[in-house]
């Protein structure tokens, strides 16, 4: 059984900051990509921005600049620092992880269960 579990979120004025932490945990082999998602209501889910195990990272153009994403390998955690937040940043953000679990033999992509961005003034 594997769970992703969101933190961070909350209420910030227009221009503020906040600090998004996902970890995984359960039986865990291998993660490869971790990423970050956002569903606005009224809007599909799109992504913000993805790591690979690698390094290499893959951002929505809303937030180049503005937002960046790390990880942790060795706590199975990824972070997403957004900055200078505008109003249309709000939304539920969603982790994911492509992870490879001891009792499978693929990679299944897992989600967490998302953590609320409010900006307003």
């Known amino acids: 059984q594997v769970q992703l579990v969101e933190s961070g979120g909350g209420l910030v004025q227009p221009g503020g900051s906040l600090r998004l932490s996902c970890v995984a945990s359960?039986?865990?082999?291998?993660?490869?990509?971790m990423g970050w998602y956002r569903q606005a209501p009224g809007k599909q889910r799109e992504l913000v921005a993805a790591?690979?195990?690698?390094?290499?990272?893959n951002y929505a153009d809303s937030v180049k600049g503005r937002f960046t994403i790390s990880r942790d390998n060795a706590k199975n955690t990824v972070y997403l620092q957004m900055n200078s937040l505008k109003p249309e940043d709000t939304a539920v953000y969603y982790c994911?992880?492509?992870?490879?679990?001891?009792?499978?033999?693929?990679?299944?992509?897992?989600w967490g269960q998302g953590t609320q961005v409010t900006v307003s003034s």
């Open positions: 790591m690979a195990t690698d390094g290499r990272t």
């Open positions: 994911n992880a492509d992870i490879l679990t001891i009792a499978t033999s693929t990679y299944l992509l897992y």
């Open positions: 359960g039986s865990i082999f291998s993660i490869l990509d």
